[in-house]
């Protein structure tokens, strides 16, 4: 069953255990991390995509 579906790059999937607990499954096809850089006049984002790893950008 599909619990719910992220905006973008995100699936997840509820599984009941076998002793009666929940398990999630997440599929990410893509993960960002905005924050603000040192010295703070610029942003720095990361993000992971699968087969072609983490990326760095700097806006200023």
Known sequence: MV??????GTRVRRAAGE???HRF???L???VLTRVGD??????IESWH???G???QRRH
């Open 54 to 56: 983490l990326c760095r």
């Open 19 to 21: 002793d009666g607990s």
């Open 25 to 27: 499954r997440i599929a």
């Open 39 to 44: 010295p703070p006049d610029h942003l720095v």
């Open 29 to 31: 096809t893509e993960v």
């Open 3 to 8: 619990v719910g579906s992220g905006r973008r």
């Open 50 to 52: 699968p087969g072609r």
